[in-house]
């Protein structure tokens, strides 16, 4: 009765105090009533844009500025694939009869996960959704530890961030953020692919207006998570997955840790220079690729394997081109692909 009561009240609250917005609630996120082990418990602005706006203050980047959760309980494996879940105040149970209510979803847009091993200042991306996240009807929204995502075990620095940036309505840019735990043998970093860094005045100056879906606005039922986005973001390799001390591990061969890398392997749209680029969106160079017809979503080949960046990713029955940050070359594994460090001749 304790626990159902302290629910009842955390869902009242939210209802009185902000408009319905949606938020990260699975892995736990900083700063959510719901999250037993948060340091600070944020009721009326949780759901909030870092912008600002419905009556809160605009915060923090990284992850809002909300402190480090008192207890890290959340631990994921190298290799593990997990559902992210999403909470929106106005649902407190998720009732057939309310998915045609509004979410506030924006037509959707253009959702990243990510890791940080450095609380946040520097990222890599290990999922994208794109058109229809996020909807809290759905426990599609799977996302993979890569299999040689380092060990981390230092409180307040590794994090998994959601970032989201709305197809309709003001510019905006969400981020929650969950302090985690990760068990690996990896002895090399991940390579950074940031996340797309928009529409935070004047933080981000870069105005990015993302494809969304007819589908998930107002009082419309929404569609999930796509199929091609979900086997992408499940056959994604980043970097080397060799463990080992061998010459094509050498350190020295790594990326430079920066912000600067430029177009990340699919299906992310984290190209640190550019807006993402969506199924209608790719730059000019890219045309005549995207001109040409495939048949397996979420199919990726390279464009001149062990030598070159490039490599097509099949996104709604069209090749899109992409690249590897940085230094790194793609690689062909049966139907995916990863980006490791070229090898010394």
Request: with cysteine; net charge neutral; proline share 9%.
């Amino acid at each position: 009765m304790k626990f159902s009561s302290a629910i009842f009240t955390i869902v009242a609250t939210f209802i009185a105090s902000v408009s319905s917005h949606t938020s990260m609630s699975f892995p736990p996120t900083r700063g959510h009533p719901l999250n037993e082990n948060a340091a600070i418990k944020d009721f009326g602005c949780i759901m909030a844009p870092l912008n600002g706006g419905s009556g809160c203050a605009p915060k923090k980047f990284p992850c809002g500025g909300y402190p480090q959760d008192k207890k890290i309980v959340t631990t994921f494996k190298a290799g593990e694939v997990f559902s992210v879940k999403f909470f929106n105040q106005n649902f407190p149970v998720l009732r057939e009869e309310d998915k045609q209510k509004d979410q506030a979803r924006h037509n959707g847009g253009l959702c990243e996960f990510s890791l940080s091993y450095d609380g946040g200042k520097t990222y890599t991306v290990i999922a994208t959704y794109k058109k229809t996240c996020p909807d809290i009807f759905f426990d599609g929204w799977k996302v993979k530890i890569p299999e040689n995502a380092p060990s981390c075990d230092s409180p307040g620095n590794c994090l998994f961030s959601w970032s989201w940036i709305n197809a309709v309505g003001n510019r905006e840019f969400y981020q929650n953020c969950a302090d985690i735990k990760i068990e690996g043998n990896a002895t090399e970093p991940l390579p950074i692919i940031d996340i797309t860094r928009a529409n935070l005045p004047p933080l981000f100056k870069k105005i990015v207006t993302p494809e969304g879906d007819d589908l998930n606005s107002g009082n419309a039922v929404g569609s999930g998570p796509r199929k091609e986005d979900v086997q992408a973001n499940l056959a994604l390799k980043i970097g080397n997955n060799n463990n080992d001390s061998s010459p094509n591990n050498d350190k020295s061969s790594q990326p430079p840790q920066n912000n600067d890398n430029k177009s990340p392997p699919p299906p992310q749209n984290n190209d640190n220079k550019q807006p993402p680029q969506s199924d209608n969106e790719n730059s000019n160079d890219n045309n005549n690729n995207q001109n040409i017809p495939c048949s397996e979503n979420g199919s990726m080949v390279c464009g001149k394997e062990g030598v070159s960046a490039e490599f097509l990713t099949c996104d709604n029955g069209k090749l899109v081109s992409r690249s590897c940050p940085g230094i790194l070359v793609c690689t062909q594994n049966g139907k995916s692909i990863f980006c490791g460090y070229p090898k010394r001749r």
